[in-house]
């Protein structure tokens, strides 16, 4: 299973990236992914996530009204639309996917089986 993720970049505050995560190797229509995202000197945190089956959602409160996550499952890939941006988004975006989840536990990375290899976006001021 791998999980590829892209669409990182330099944007000026207040601009807009989308990010993708392609998953290859299985079909994730049970399973969870997620968004986390590591500043330099920070501990990786969440994001968003969005479950493959019903398209429950899930966002981290810095990133609700901003951010979108969304899924297209016949090209196995989910989306993060980031929009207003602001310096401090500045990280590497991290895709992850996992079966074992309930809405409660979106948010918990050791609960994703896969990771991707992050995508770094710097927002400039």
């Known amino acids: 299973v791998q999980l590829q993720a892209s669409g990182g970049g330099l944007v000026q505050t207040g601009g807009s990236l989308r990010l993708s995560c392609a998953a290859s190797g299985r079909t994730f229509s049970d399973y969870t992914t997620g968004w986390f995202r590591q500043a330099p000197g920070k501990e990786r945190e969440f994001v968003a996530a969005?479950?493959?089956?019903?398209?429950?959602?899930k966002y981290a409160d810095s990133v609700k009204g901003r951010f979108t996550i969304s899924r297209d499952n016949a090209k196995n890939t989910v989306y993060l639309q980031m929009n207003s941006l602001k310096p401090e988004d500045t990280a590497v975006y991290y895709c992850?996917?996992?079966?074992?989840?309930?809405?409660?536990?979106?948010?918990?990375?050791?609960?994703?089986?896969?990771w991707g290899q992050g995508t770094k976006v710097t927002v400039s001021s």
């Open positions: 992850a996917a996992g079966a074992r989840l309930i809405y409660s536990t979106y948010h918990w990375e050791n609960r994703y089986d896969y």
């Open positions: 969005i479950r493959w089956s019903g398209g429950a959602k």
